[in-house]
C-alpha cells in the first residue's frame, strides 16, 4: 500500500497534484450546489474545501500552488474581459449614466466603510490587519477577481511576508451573499415599495415606447425602370426598408426573395414603416384597394431563436433594423453571453448575439436570413485570440507607471491587464481580423475552469494558519465587519436611487446586483418581477463594475501597503 501512500504524501508528484486539485474541485462544487433558504454559495465553496484541504496537510509545493493560482486567474479574468467587452462602452450611453454612476458610488462607499472599520474596530499597528480587510471586502462584495487581483499586489509588494487574505474573504461572503439579498428587501420597507404597482409602472413605460406599427399594402407595379430589377436592388435605391411577403406574376403566388426580378403588372404584397409607405407606393405604382384571397395568406406565426453572425450586424441599432414595422416580427429576447436582456430599442447588436424573433414563418426567415443563423460559423474555437490577447495582456500589466505618492510604480498585473486587453479585444477586435466571439458554454468552461484553479489554490495555501487567523482569531470581527461592508452601501445607494433618481425597485434590484456581481441576487430579482428590468440593469452596470472592482484592488493595495 505505499503507492496509495506515496500519491496522497509525496507532493512533488504530477499525480498527486492532479488528485489534490481534483479531490478539492470536486468536493467543492457539489457542496456549492447545496441551497440554505434557497440560498447557495457556488462555485466558491471550492475555496473552503482548499482550506480545509491545506488545514490537514494535504496540499503541494508552494511553487506549484502559485503556478496554478496566478494562471487561473489570468484565464477568469480574460474571459470575463471578452464576455462584458461587447457592451462595455454602450453602458456609458446616456440611459446608462446614472445607473454606472450609482454602481461606482456604491463601490466607493463599500471601500469607504471597509476604511472606517479598520480604523475604528482593528489595531492599525499592525501591517496584516489592512490586507486582511481588502479581503474581507471582496467576500463582502462577493467578488472574486476582486480578491484575486489584491492578492496578486500583495505578492508583488510584500512578497512572502503577504497575509493570506483569504482568510478574511472566506469569512465574509458567506453573510456576503445573504445580506446583500436582505438589504434589497429593507430597500421595499424603507421606501415603501408596491411590487404590483412597480409591475404596472414597467408596462406602461413598456407601451410609452412601442415598435414602429408595420403597414401593409398591396401595389400593382407600373415603374418601367423596375423591369428585371431584384428586389434587393429596389432597396438599395429606395434606401428604405422594404419586405414583400408575396409577389403575384402572370397569374401564379410567388414567395419572393433577395433575387426575385419583378415585372409591369406584377402585385406586390409589401410591409413597411407607415412613414415610408407614399414614397415607395410612387416608385413602385398605386395601391390596389380590393382584398387580395390567397388561401395561405395567413401564414402560421411561429417563434425561433435566430444567431447573429453576420458581421454587418455587428453595432447595428434594434430600433433602426425596423423588425416589427418592416418585416413584420417582433424581438422578444436577446441573449448575450448567458444574459437575458430585454430587447430594448437602443440594443446594439454584436456577433454571438442569440434574438427571439416571433411572427409569420417566412418573414421569421428572412431576418434569419439577414442575421446570418450559421451556427457552424460560431462553433469553431478561437484559441488563437485568446492566448494572442493573454500574450498582450501579460506585457501590458507589466508596464510601471510612476505616480507621484506611491512607493512603487503602479502596474496592473496579471490581473488588471489581461482584463483591459480582453475588454478592448472583445469590444475592437475585429478591426484587427481577430475572430473574438466564443460560444457561451465555452467561454463560461474557460472562465470556470480558471475560477476553480484560482479557487483551490488560495485555499490550500490559506488552510495551514486558518484555524490561528480566524477561529483564534479575529474571525467574528470579519464575519460582522463584512456584514456592514455589504449592506452599509447598498441602503445609501438603493435609497437614493428610489428617492432622487426615481428608478423603478427592480430596475435597482438589478443595479445592485450588478455593482456587486453576485448572480444569486440577479436570481432573487429575475424571480421578484416577470419583466427583465433586472437583467437589464444588472447588465448595464456590470461591465464597469468587474473593472473597477479589480482596478481598485490593487490600487488599494499599493496606497495602504
Not at 546 to 555: D, P, Y
Request: aromatic residues 10%; charged residues 15%.
Amino acid at each position: 500500500m505505499d503507492w496509495l501512500t506515496n500519491l496522497f504524501s509525496n507532493t512533488d508528484s504530477v499525480a498527486h497534484i492532479v488528485l489534490l486539485y481534483s479531490v478539492v474541485i470536486s468536493i467543492g462544487v457539489m457542496l456549492g450546489k447545496l441551497k440554505v433558504a434557497g440560498i447557495s454559495l457556488g462555485v466558491t465553496f471550492v475555496l473552503f474545501a482548499g482550506i480545509v484541504a491545506g488545514h490537514v496537510g494535504f496540499t503541494g509545493t508552494m511553487a506549484t500552488l502559485n503556478f496554478i493560482q496566478e494562471f487561473g486567474l489570468v484565464l477568469f479574468v480574460f474571459c470575463i474581459g471578452l464576455q462584458v467587452g461587447p457592451g462595455f462602452f454602450e453602458t456609458f450611453r446616456a440611459g446608462g449614466v446614472k445607473l454606472n454612476g450609482l454602481a461606482c458610488l456604491a463601490i466607493l462607499l463599500n471601500i469607504a466603510v471597509m476604511l472606517g472599520c479598520y480604523y475604528a474596530f482593528f489595531d492599525t499597528t499592525d501591517r496584516n490587519n489592512l490586507p486582511m480587510m481588502i479581503g474581507t471586502l471582496y467576500g463582502a462584495v462577493t467578488n472574486t477577481p476582486g480578491l484575486g487581483a489584491a492578492n496578486e499586489a500583495l505578492s508583488a509588494s510584500m512578497g512572502d511576508s503577504a497575509p493570506s487574505i483569504a482568510s478574511g474573504y472566506a469569512c465574509a461572503y458567506p453573510l456576503g451573499v445573504i445580506g446583500i439579498i436582505l438589504s434589497m428587501v429593507a430597500i421595499k420597507h424603507i421606501c415603501k415599495i408596491d411590487l404590483k404597482k412597480e409591475e404596472a409602472d414597467l408596462q406602461a413605460a413598456e407601451a410609452d415606447n412601442p415598435h414602429a406599427k408595420p403597414f401593409t399594402m398591396r401595389l400593382k407595379v407600373t415603374n418601367e425602370f423596375l423591369v428585371g430589377r431584384t428586389l434587393m436592388e429596389v432597396n438599395e435605391f429606395l434606401k428604405r426598408d422594404i419586405v414583400c411577403t408575396r409577389v403575384l406574376h402572370e397569374g401564379n403566388i410567388l414567395i419572393p426573395n433577395r433575387d426575385t426580378a419583378l415585372f409591369v403588372g406584377d402585385e406586390l404584397l409589401v410591409v413597411c414603416a407607415e412613414a415610408d409607405a407614399e414614397a415607395i407606393q410612387t416608385f413602385i405604382g398605386p395601391v390596389i384597394e380590393e382584398p387580395w384571397k390567397i388561401e395561405d395568406e395567413k401564414m402560421p406565426m411561429v417563434s425561433k431563436r435566430i444567431i447573429v453572425t453576420n458581421p454587418k450586424m455587428n453595432g447595428k441599432t434594434l430600433g433602426k433594423m425596423h423588425f416589427s414595422s418592416i418585416y413584420g416580427v417582433n424581438i422578444t429576447r436577446i441573449t448575450r453571453h448567458g444574459i437575458e436582456l430585454f430587447a430594448s430599442r437602443n440594443h446594439h447588436f454584436h456577433v454571438g448575439d442569440r434574438i427571439m424573433v416571433i411572427g409569420p414563418e417566412d418573414n421569421v426567415n428572412r431576418v434569419a436570413e439577414l442575421m446570418g443563423n450559421s451556427v457552424n460559423r460560431l462553433n469553431a474555437p478561437n484559441i488563437a485570440t485568446i492566448f494572442i490577447g493573454i500574450i498582450v495582456g501579460i506585457i501590458f500589466g507589466s508596464i510601471p507607471f510612476a505616480i507621484p505618492g506611491l512607493p512603487v510604480p503602479l502596474k496592473l498585473g496579471i490581473a488588471g491587464g489581461p482584463l483591459i486587453i480582453a475588454i478592448l479585444i472583445g469590444r475592437f477586435g475585429h478591426f484587427m481580423k481577430l475572430v473574438t466571439y466564443t460560444t457561451t458554454s465555452a467561454n463560461m468552461m474557460l472562465r470556470e475552469i480558471g475560477l476553480v484553479l484560482f479557487l483551490a489554490s488560495v485555499g490550500i495555501k490559506a488552510g495551514a494558519g486558518f484555524w490561528d487567523t480566524v477561529i483564534a482569531g479575529d474571525g467574528l470581527k470579519y464575519v460582522w465587519t463584512g456584514a456592514l461592508i455589504t449592506v452599509i452601501p447598498i441602503l445609501i445607494v438603493g435609497c437614493l436611487a428610489r428617492w432622487r433618481y426615481k428608478f423603478n425597485y427592480f430596475t435597482i434590484m438589478g443595479m445592485i446586483a450588478g455593482s456587486y456581481t453576485d448572480p444569486p441576487a440577479l436570481a432573487y430579482a429575475n424571480g421578484e418581477c416577470s419583466k427583465s428590468a433586472p437583467s437589464t440593469s444588472y447588465s448595464t452596470v456590470y461591465p464597469l463594475t468587474m473593472f473597477l472592482r479589480i482596478f481598485t484592488a490593487q490600487l488599494l493595495v499599493l496606497l495602504c501597503g
